[in-house]
């Protein structure tokens, strides 16, 4: 049963919500315990992973909206009145189960939380969840009072004020519906065209080509699902601009309107639509400043405070129309508590911009205002100073973050060709971060453009009057009089504070990480692998200074020169062969030693070469190597060179596994034996080691310096990376590896010397 404006206005009976797990939804259900005792509540939840809807209905006691409630009963009071009270119905809105015929009240608020979903994903979930829910109640025969929970903004792109009324379009939503469910399916084709293939390889190869075959295919298919879905996404944007609506979110919540009309008030039932506008944390209920995660205006919120917008396309004396979620949830509660009359359908706007304006020059200057005196903190540079806007326009502002976009996309590319040092380091931290404050104000511009320039104010002359019917009792805390709104006082005392206490920076004191802690001492442990790259990493030098010092020391240094000028001639090639495939790389340049004897190589590395290898070989990498032999930790040195040209510094390592030359008749051929250990090869080579000697790849080390070196380093649970190459460190730096700052050459002879001969394993 449903009570009506002429009693106390509460609900009693049975109530079906869709949503409860939602922001809004939590709200609608504790309100409803709290100030509804005599009703019951079906919540549709789904289940989620291993957990069951009744499962998570459980959990959601536990949440905040519910803890002032909570503290006044007593837990297990609580828990007794929610179990007795709130019962889970087990489906989703694509798939609703039977519903009982008793049901008196449907609140339906579940729908999509993102404003640019896919296509195809905003359709199923707005149009289609809405569909299912009014086909299930009515194949229960039921004939509840349906309050269907919409927005302000689907009335589109428009100005001048919106009634309270059915929308004025002539669109066939179903049609719509069909065509979005398709349009999955025609992207999905395309995106598997030989000519979209090759473009998402080519640049794929470009990207990871050195980490192997494998990484190759993994980038290209995540190019293709991320292709796939930026269409997607631009097709619900632009069909939604094409038919006169801000985004693919408003056309879908528009179309769910037609739905209920269509489906239910048509079909002879009670319908009302709530339309709130942007729905903020709470002014009083539960209690002021609640809120469930970021909503609608706080990423620009947060987003002005970090500094990450320098200006805005927003239209000043535009309205920036928030109501907060309290307000939102009595006025859901107080419609569905005065049902209109049979097939004629109610709409209420739940807005601020008719009654209690608030400019968007205004909510600017709150924002300012605000994280001016509490800056957000800047690790290593005190706090962030906001930026002053000028309101500039869309067109200046577009231009003024295109330009930034294609410097930033130089920089990068600059910084990808430069040696990797603390200061490339450094500066492409900087530029990561520019390049996400760059991202951050594309997305919000395209994104939330409409709402801040809208010229658009919604009449809440229905809404005001469902506030006068209420008691006067209720109506201090239970109304939704937006007049009684003080902006400077909700936005500085209530909302931007609970908005900021969401916030990682101001709970833990920065938003950068923190330095590096001082190595930890090594755990002794027999079971625990520490695998070392050589060139780059042990060693400062690479294949082609190893073969000049081969030829300088065996042959003298006239010949060093002109290998130097057959190597500089032969260089588009071998770097071309590098970009590619670090293996391609390695076979190539080893074919230089073909007619050298073998035992002539041997001479050279016991002679001048060592010289040159323990000159450059690394003090901290000697240390490091001694400290996890100490600790009994295996340590196998892996290099895609020739094992006779570690043999200076083999001894330091319990193994060494290293590529081995073809011989003819004592004379190296110039092929390799086998194919080199790097990339790819060299994860599964190591993967297969661990397994058949018991070694936990869990808890081993890895030190690489390349982004060739990913795919093995990612095996690791301690990776470090070594004066990483461009890409590597940014890698390193986005899974939180380690990153060591080696010396480049170091006097290492006395520490390496002694330790024994051994011989390099192939």
């Given amino acids: 049963m449903v009570g009506g404006p002429f009693t106390d206005g509460r609900l009693t009976g049975h109530v079906l919500l869709t949503g409860g797990t939602g922001f809004v939804g939590q709200a609608v259900l504790e309100r409803l315990l709290v100030s509804h005792p005599d009703t019951t509540v079906s919540v549709l939840v789904r289940a989620r992973g291993t957990q069951s809807g009744a499962d998570r209905l459980a959990k959601l006691l536990r949440k905040p909206v519910f803890k002032p409630w909570r503290d006044r009963v007593g837990a297990d009071e609580a828990a007794r009145i929610y179990a007795a009270r709130v019962h889970a119905v087990e489906g989703a809105l694509g798939a609703v189960p039977p519903l009982p015929a008793d049901i008196d009240v449907v609140i339906h608020s579940a729908s999509t939380v993102s404003f640019d979903p896919p296509i195809d994903e905003a359709f199923a979930t707005n149009v289609g969840g809405a569909t299912s829910v009014y086909e299930a109640l009515l194949a229960a025969g039921a004939d509840p009072h349906v309050v269907h929970v919409s927005t302000c903004y689907v009335g589109g792109i428009r100005k001048g004020v919106l009634p309270e009324a059915r929308l004025a379009h002539e669109v066939d939503w179903r049609a719509e519906a069909l065509a979005a469910a398709r349009a999955r399916e025609r ?19 470009t990207r990871v080509g050195k980490e192997g075959p494998q990484a190759v295919a993994r980038a290209t298919e995540e190019a293709r699902v991320e292709w796939v879905k930026r269409r997607l996404v631009q097709a619900g944007r632009s069909r939604a601009e094409s038919l006169g609506w801000t985004d693919v979110y408003t056309l879908t919540k528009a179309f769910a309107e037609r739905a209920a009309e269509d489906l239910w008030a048509g079909a002879g039932h009670r319908l009302s639509i709530v339309r709130p506008s942007v729905i903020e944390s709470a002014l009083a209920h539960p209690f002021p400043g609640w809120i ?268 060093v020169l002109g290998e130097v000028a057959a190597i500089t001639a032969a260089l588009p090639r071998y770097l071309a062969a590098e970009r590619r495939d670090r293996g391609e790389f390695v076979r190539a340049f080893l074919r230089r030693y073909a007619g050298l004897p073998a035992d002539r190589l041997q001479r050279i590395v016991r002679g001048g070469y060592a010289d040159r290898l323990l000159g450059a070989t690394r003090p901290e990498a000697v240390a490091r190597i001694q400290a996890h032999r100490a600790a009994g930790h295996r340590t196998v040195l892996v290099t895609g060179s020739i094992g006779t040209l570690t043999e200076p510094i083999a001894g330091l390592f319990d193994e060494v596994v290293a590529s081995a030359m073809h011989e003819a008749d004592g004379v190296l051929t110039g092929y390799l034996a086998r194919p080199p250990l790097v990339d790819e090869a060299r994860a599964a080579w190591l993967t297969q080691y661990a397994a058949r000697n018991g070694f936990d790849l869990a808890a081993s080390y890895g030190y690489g310096d390349s982004h060739a070196d990913l795919p093995w380093l990612g095996l690791l649970g301690r990776p470090t990376a070594v004066n990483p190459d461009a890409r590597l460190a940014k890698e390193a730096q986005r899974r939180r590896w380690a990153i060591a700052a080696w010396r480049e050459r170091g006097v290492a002879r006395a520490a390496v010397e002694g330790v024994g001969p051994r011989i390099p394993a192939s």
């Fill in 187 to 205: 992207v999905e084709l395309r995106s598997r065209e030989p000519a979209v293939l090759r473009t998402l390889m080519a640049d794929a190869r």
């Fill in 292 to 559: 469930d995660g970021f909503k609608v205006a706080d990423p620009l919120i947060i987003a002005f405070g970090r500094g990450q917008l320098p200006d805005f396309p927003g239209v000043p004396d535009s309205v920036l129309d928030v109501v907060p979620v309290d307000y939102v949830v009595n006025a859901i509660l107080a419609a569905a508590a005065a049902p209109p009359a049979p097939a004629e359908p109610r709409y209420v706007h739940v807005a601020s911009g008719a009654t209690n304006p608030l400019p968007f020059h205004r909510m600017y200057q709150n924002v300012r205002d605000y994280f001016t005196a509490n800056p957000i903190p800047d690790t290593g540079r005190g706090a962030v100073r906001v930026p002053t806007w000028q309101f500039p326009g869309d067109r200046r502002v577009e231009r003024a973050l295109k330009g930034a976009e294609v410097r930033a996309d130089l920089g990068d590319r600059v910084l990808d060709r430069l040696p990797s040092t603390s200061r490339s380091r450094e500066w492409q931290r900087r530029l990561d971060r520019r390049r996400g404050d760059l991202a951050v104000m594309r997305s919000l511009s395209e994104l939330y453009r409409a709402y801040v320039g809208t010229e658009l104010i919604f009449d809440d002359t229905v809404a005001r009057s469902l506030h006068a019917a209420l008691p006067l009792q209720r109506q201090e805390s239970e109304g939704f009089d937006v007049t009684r709104i003080g902006w400077e006082d909700y936005l500085q005392r209530v909302h931007f504070p609970a908005v900021t206490s969401l916030m990682r920076v101001f709970s833990r004191g920065g938003t950068e990480a923190a330095p590096p802690a001082p190595q930890a001492p090594l755990p002794e442990r027999s079971d625990v692998l520490a695998v070392f790259d050589l060139e780059g990493t042990v060693v400062d030098s690479n294949v082609v200074e190893q073969y000049l010092w081969v030829r300088g020391a065996g042959f003298g240094g006239w010949t």
